[in-house]
């Protein structure tokens, strides 16, 4: 078994934060190995940014930590969509930030597409765009159910200021609990 | 103990606070940086100090000093600053100085790419320093291995009384991986003030050719010589002596060549392993895909992944290659550490897959390049 | 069968690596001697402990004198002594810790780090031995050589106008700077005596006089008369002006304490930051 997630934005969309949320809630509260990779212009704000996500029950599976099959994605922002788009698999889950990225400009690719103006609910809902990553990590749980919630939640707030766990825990169960 | 997932770069850093570290001096280069951000956060906290000095000449004769008066230190740096360090980690040689130094490669030459990957400075790590005597050089393939070899950095340049380079690169800087995370006291951490009674004791490394270190501060009677000097530390120009310093300093790395060299080896299931793939640091990931593709056809790859690039155990090299046909060194530069490997496996059939790649090389292009020798 | 008298100072020096490389009439002995005397003075009045004092030295003759003197001592690289000393003085913030070396070990190879040490106030004592040639080379320019002066590196003269040690150390935020003369051994020791009381950074430049490389180049190659050419170029001033410390073989020299403060040195900035972190 060897599972694949793509993440990728623009710098300060908060990317590396949901990788590093995904891949620490995996390592610390699930059996599976997990390894990845991060990208991104260091020169540049704003610049794009891809992390790479590998799950595996067998350690020999994840020695290559970049996808090239990849059953999950996440495209908050379209600049680098249509480069990794070969390395995403038919009928993968996508999740797309539609603030950012044209619905209509999707359908050459044969994906389970699963969107929502991520950004403008962020925004609307928490009067910041900000935990819009959280949101989507949430969407991402809800529908793969690679991990617990409960584990992602007990990360937020091993990882983050407290200050800031209230919101992003809310953000994160946004979708979750969303009927 | 706990488990986390952190890049290649802060495993270091974290391996280098679980060893003791008690002074980091540095200058900042891409792709090292972040090893001296996340330590001028952490250490300072915890009794040490991180000073950014003027440049990494500067920095490599700080660690220098720290470590004379018996702090464990080290840097952090890339190829333009470790072209700086050169000269210091002679003097480190000579002196017998423990430090460590995390060199995270970039693709160069010159500034290069700063963000991004190559494997272009094997042989600058062991030998790139005048005198000719070449350093511990550990090569990680991912963060666990960061970790772990950054506590084994630690610990052989204190019982060795060496300097000992930790190569990274770019790649396994911003690699993540499920890291167990031991604390002090979970791990074996070796300190230079405990060597005599290691030797007493009896240990599986051999010390014959090493003498204990006082620092500064331990009387006032410490005398750090640069020159050619006897056992008593006298400076003596002469053959005789230069001989045996020369012999006693190369001894004391090589002859514990066992307790040093280390390897990983995957057979992937297969019974036999006709064809072997030789790699380290981040090309092993590269690899490990392109032996999944390159096993579908039954043509029995194997992985040899070398963790340390010097010494080496040509005993297990003998072993592990006896009833190979083919060898590829598979590395992302011209062909370089396969020279290495060609002067010790001299009767097989040893070849070069260079694939230079600012990313992590194409799983792909080494299938493809390794098909036309089969 | 000659009798080994011994110098009271012997207890402060190498013995066994004696003789010293230095050259007849070679005045670098002085400046040792000076040094130790102050040092001596220090720890007889209990104001100093020996085994609280650090020789760094670089390469050079200059640099020499931390490889005969009995203290802790470590030698380096050519120019690099000031950063290995820093991180001694930071670890070890009791010791006294003196760098010596010559005005090419310590203004031209190590010239970036004499420039950040004394922007930084460096807790260290930098002695640094003038004798305005590479010595150990064979006599090449430094940058302290006089202008229009031959040298083996400049057989036509040197065209460059020499560095003003101590303008530029006033001019960067050190305690205490001084220039002293190995002609005038009283007044260095009393020089050395105070910048060894000082925190942050005493700099001390002391004018050497070289006749065997130095004196060759100016035709003086008599110890004696090397000397006194030298000895004849000092004006010795109480509080010296900064425009008074001009540097020219011509006109001569003027030595004395120019600048004495106690501003907080790198090392009580450092550690009052740490112990808002530490709590201790
Ligand atoms: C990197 C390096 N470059 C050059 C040298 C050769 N070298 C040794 S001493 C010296 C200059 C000595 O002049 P100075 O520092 O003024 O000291 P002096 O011998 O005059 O006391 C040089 C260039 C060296 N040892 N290392």
Not at chain 2, 300 to 314: G, S
Not at chain 2, 356 to 368: F, G, T
Not at chain 3, 141 to 150: A, I, Q
Request: glycine share 8%.
């Amino acid at each position: 078994m060897r599972i694949e997630i793509i993440l990728s934005g623009r710098g300060g969309q908060g990317i590396l934060m949901l990788g590093r949320i995904l891949g620490k809630t995996l390592a610390r509260y699930t059996s599976y190995y997990v390894a990845g990779s991060e990208t991104y212009a260091t020169e540049v704000r704003g610049g794009d940014s891809r992390v790479d996500i590998i799950i595996s029950d067998n350690e020999d599976e994840i020695g290559y930590v970049r996808a090239r099959n990849a059953d999950i994605a996440v495209f908050m922002y379209p600049s680098l969509m249509k480069n990794l788009s070969r390395y995403i698999k038919r009928k993968a889950k996508v999740f797309i930030d539609t603030t950012f990225i044209d619905i209509d400009s999707l359908r050459e690719y044969d994906w389970t597409i699963i969107s929502e103006p991520y950004t403008q609910i962020s925004e609307r809902i928490f009067g910041t765009s900000r935990v819009a990553n959280m949101m989507i990590l949430g969407h991402l749980i809800k529908e793969t159910k690679i991990v617990d919630p409960e584990a992602v939640e007990r990360v937020i707030r091993e990882e983050m200021p407290s200050k800031w766990h209230d919101i992003n825990i809310r953000s994160f169960r946004y979708m979750i609990d969303r009927k | 103990m706990r488990i986390d997932y952190i890049s290649g770069n802060r495993a270091i850093a974290e391996a280098a606070i679980a060893s003791g570290l008690k002074f980091f001096a540095g200058y900042p280069i891409t792709p090292s940086s972040d090893i001296f951000e996340y330590l001028a956060e952490e250490l300072p906290r915890r009794g040490g100090y991180v000073i950014q000095f003027e440049d990494e000449l500067a920095s490599i004769y700080a660690v220098i000093g720290a470590s004379w008066t018996c702090s464990k230190a080290m840097t952090a740096t890339s190829g333009p600053g470790f072209s700086l360090m050169v000269e210091g980690i002679s003097i480190a040689v000579m002196t017998e100085t423990p430090l460590v130094i995390a060199y995270i490669m970039r693709a160069g030459p010159a500034t290069g790419v700063p963000t991004k990957t190559g494997q272009y400075d094997v042989f600058q790590a062991e030998y790139g320093f005048h005198g000719g005597l070449p350093i511990p050089v550990f090569a990680p393939s991912n963060p666990q291995e960061a970790y772990d070899l950054t506590i084994k950095a630690f610990n052989t340049s204190e019982i060795l009384r060496t300097p000992v380079v930790l190569l990274s690169d770019a790649s396994i800087a911003n690699m993540f991986g499920k890291v167990l995370i031991r604390e002090a006291g979970e791990i074996e951490i070796i300190d230079r003030r405990s060597i005599e009674i290691l030797r007493k004791k009896g240990c599986e490394w051999s010390l014959d050719d090493v003498y204990e270190m006082k620092c500064v501060g331990d009387g006032y009677d410490i005398y750090v010589e640069t020159l050619t000097h006897d056992e008593k530390n006298i400076y003596r120009p002469t053959t005789d002596v230069q001989r045996r310093l020369m012999w006693r300093l190369y001894r004391k790395i090589i002859n514990n060549r066992e307790v040093l060299f280390e390897y990983s080896f995957h057979n992937y299931g297969n019974k036999r392993c006709r064809n072997m793939i030789i790699t380290y640091g981040s090309t092993f990931s590269s690899v490990s895909e392109a032996v999944r593709e390159l096993n579908k056809n039954e043509e029995d790859f194997c992985v040899f992944k070398l963790k340390t690039l010097y010494p080496i155990n040509e005993k297990i090299f003998y072993e592990k290659t006896r009833d190979v046909d083919k060898i590829f060194v598979v590395e992302n530069n011209v062909g370089l550490y396969v020279k290495e490997i060609r002067s010790i496996l001299r009767d097989k059939d040893v070849i070069s897959i260079s694939v230079i790649d600012l990313e992590y090389p194409d799983p792909d292009e080494i299938v493809e390049r390794v098909r036309e020798w089969l | 069968m000659a009798v080994a008298v011994e110098h009271p100072l012997d207890k402060y020096v190498r013995t066994e690596k004696l003789p010293t490389l230095w050259c007849p009439g070679c005045t670098i002995g002085i400046v040792m001697t000076s040094l130790l005397r102050a040092i001596d003075q220090r720890i007889r009045e209990g104001l100093l402990r020996r085994d609280q004092i650090t020789f760094v030295g670089g390469i050079g003759c200059s640099a020499r004198i931390a490889m005969y003197v009995r203290f802790d001592s470590v030698r380096t690289a050519h120019g690099r002594t000031i950063p290995l000393a820093t991180a001694i003085k930071i670890l070890r913030p009791e010791h006294k810790v003196i760098v010596v070396g010559g005005d090419g070990d310590i203004c031209a190879i190590g010239g970036n780090h004499l420039l950040h040490a004394l922007r930084r106030n460096m807790d260290l004592m930098i002695i640094i031995v003038n004798n305005m040639i590479y010595g150990m080379t064979g006599g090449q320019v430094s940058p302290t050589t006089p202008l229009k002066l031959y040298t083996t590196t400049t057989p036509y003269g040197n065209p460059e106008k020499p560095l003003n040690i101590i303008r530029l150390a006033c001019s960067l935020g050190a305690n205490f700077v001084a220039r002293g003369s190995a002609t005038h051994p009283h007044i260095l020791q009393q020089i050395f005596y105070k910048a060894l009381g000082k925190r942050g950074l005493a700099l001390i430049e002391v004018l050497s006089s070289c006749p065997e490389i130095f004196g060759r180049h100016i035709g003086i190659t008599d110890p004696v008369k090397s000397f006194m050419t030298l000895r004849d170029k000092i004006k010795v001033k109480n509080n010296p002006s900064l425009d008074e410390s001009e540097y020219d073989w011509e006109k001569g020299f003027v030595i004395g304490v120019y600048l004495d403060k106690d501003d907080p040195g790198y090392i009580d900035n450092l550690s009052l930051l740490y112990k808002s972190l530490r709590g201790f």
